[in-house]
């Protein structure tokens, strides 16, 4: 089961995927040049049901994006540090 999400700039491809122990997320996050990025998940991040996975997963890459986000804008300061 995949499900393709827009989020800011970027584009987020979440697959659930079905193990002994529920269903676990792979997460890609596709950035607006088209460059590809998979999210390493822990092993221990694991749903019921597939739309919950689905949710997880989207959950973890949009607090990745925002993360990426916070790190360009710190790189491309030239003000004063306080």
Known sequence: MNRRYAFRDYEILVTAQAGQAGWRPEICVISPDDEWQFLPTNHAMVANDPVYCLELGR??????IQDLRIEDLVASYDGLWH
């Open 59 to 64: 959950a973890c890459a949009e607090n990745a």
